[in-house]
């Protein structure tokens, strides 16, 4: 009998093959990008099992990601110590500002400062990259704000550590989290059949809509986060991407990707960079949906699911 992963991993092969219009020699190609590193203890495991968790599943795969680290998280020996090891292990460090800001509103504040300050907490690890990632993807709410946020990243020199591939996992990670606040024994299983197919589905539409925009399939980074559906389920999720025909790479081989260096004439500028492309070409429209991803397209499922 056919185990119900290898189904649905089945499934996402076929879809994807038959969204992008792929032949079975143009595999598409993806990273993991981990933001807000937190240490904290949770349901169902530490803080330090979460972490160590995460680097089991890469190190299966023998893949390196790229942690973008929120300076406000890791302030404490413990969290240091944590950072250490991802960097010890070949994982990429980089920026995702101090505090988390939000850089798309009316006043967006001082990127620089923040910037600077995660700086401060990051830079000397020996695998630290100089990419930066906008809090929310959202790097400014009109053609000015936007272009004074690129000036303040290549005043420092730092590439933008765009998203190719957005999705909502920390949303399926926030219901899990409230499921096991009312039900501390619940079957965690069903999250991450859900967040399974979620990311793949996300991943098909993505590439699709990069090879309608840039006429080939660029080095994807998918966003994910440190936190308990990654700790539990990155296992399941690498495997099914493999599965689904899609090939696991490094992150600083994804970044090298000149798809990277766009800067899409789009205000406000935000979500995915392939998003962000389609906008700024004019044709797509009809396939973009604003915002790209949030928690109210998934609860509709979740809710039928009773998850």
Same mark, same amino acid.
């Not at 099992?49 to 973008?68: C, N, P, Q, S, V």
């Not at 990127?111 to 959202?138: E, K, N, Q, S």
């Not at 440190?226 to 689904?244: E, G, Q």
């Not at 000149?258 to 396939?287: N, Y």
């Given at each position: 009998?056919?185990?119900?992963r290898?189904?649905l991993? #089945?499934? +996402?092969?076929? /879809?994807? *093959?038959? !969204?992008?219009?792929?032949r =079975?020699?143009?595999?598409?190609?993806?990273?993991? &990008?981990i933001?807000?590193?937190?240490f904290?203890?949770?349901?169902?495991?530490s803080g330090?099992?979460?972490?160590?968790?995460i680097l089991?599943?890469l190190?299966?795969?023998?893949?390196?990601?790229a942690?973008?680290?929120?300076?406000?998280h890791?302030?404490?020996?413990?969290?240091?110590?944590h950072?250490?090891s991802?960097?010890?292990?070949?994982?990429?460090?980089?920026?995702h500002?101090?505090?988390?800001?939000y850089? #798309?509103? +009316?006043?967006? /504040?001082? *990127?620089? !400062?923040?910037?600077?300050r =995660?700086?401060?907490?990051i830079?000397?690890?020996? &695998?630290w990259?100089?990419?930066?990632?906008?809090?929310?993807l959202?790097?400014?709410?009109?053609?000015?704000?936007?272009d004074?946020?690129?000036?303040?990243?290549?005043?420092r020199?730092?590439?933008?550590?765009h998203?190719?591939?957005?999705?909502?996992d920390?949303?399926?990670?926030q219901?899990?989290?409230?499921?096991?606040?009312?039900?501390?024994?619940?079957?965690?299983?069903?999250?991450?059949a859900?967040l399974?197919?979620?990311?793949?589905?996300?991943?098909a539409?993505?590439?699709?809509?990069a090879?309608a925009v840039?006429?080939?399939?660029?080095?994807? &980074?998918?966003l994910i986060h440190h936190?308990?559906t990654?700790a539990?389920f990155?296992?399941?999720?690498?495997?099914?991407?493999?599965d689904?025909?899609?090939?696991?790479?490094?992150?600083d081989?994804?970044f090298?990707?000149?798809?990277?260096?766009?800067?899409?004439?789009v205000a406000?500028?935000?979500?995915?960079?392939i998003?962000q492309?389609?906008?700024a070409?004019?044709r797509f429209g009809?396939?973009l949906r604003?915002?790209?991803e949030?928690?109210?397209?998934?609860?509709?499922?979740?809710d039928a699911?009773?998850l």
């Amino acid at each position: 009998m056919m185990h119900r992963r290898e189904l649905l991993s #089945g499934l +996402a092969a076929a /879809g994807l *093959l038959a !969204a992008t219009g792929a032949r =079975a020699d143009e595999r598409p190609r993806v990273a993991i &990008t981990i933001d807000d590193f937190r240490f904290e203890d949770g349901p169902l495991i530490s803080g330090d099992t979460r972490h160590h968790g995460i680097l089991d599943a890469l190190y299966f795969e023998r893949i390196k990601a790229a942690g973008f680290v929120t300076g406000k998280h890791v302030g404490s020996a413990e969290a240091r110590a944590h950072l250490e090891s991802w960097a010890g292990s070949g994982h990429f460090v980089a920026n995702h500002t101090f505090s988390h800001a939000y850089y #798309g509103g +009316a006043e967006p /504040g001082d *990127l620089g !400062a923040d910037i600077d300050r =995660a700086a401060d907490l990051i830079a000397d690890l020996p &695998t630290w990259r100089p990419w930066f990632r906008f809090p929310y993807l959202a790097e400014g709410r009109t053609a000015e704000s936007r272009d004074l946020m690129r000036a303040v990243l290549d005043s420092r020199r730092l590439m933008n550590g765009h998203v190719t591939i957005d999705a909502s996992d920390w949303y399926v990670n926030q219901r899990l989290l409230a499921r096991l606040e009312k039900e501390p024994n619940a079957d965690v299983m069903p999250y991450g059949a859900y967040l399974v197919r979620h990311l793949l589905d996300r991943a098909a539409f993505y590439d699709g809509l990069a090879r309608a925009v840039l006429g080939r399939s660029p080095a994807h &980074t998918l966003l994910i986060h440190h936190n308990l559906t990654t700790a539990l389920f990155l296992p399941m999720v690498l495997k099914a991407f493999r599965d689904s025909g899609w090939v696991l790479i490094d992150a600083d081989e994804a970044f090298a990707d000149p798809v990277f260096a766009s800067r899409p004439d789009v205000a406000p500028c935000s979500h995915s960079l392939i998003h962000q492309l389609a906008k700024a070409d004019g044709r797509f429209g009809d396939r973009l949906r604003y915002p790209g991803e949030d928690g109210p397209y998934e609860a509709p499922a979740m809710d039928a699911l009773g998850l």
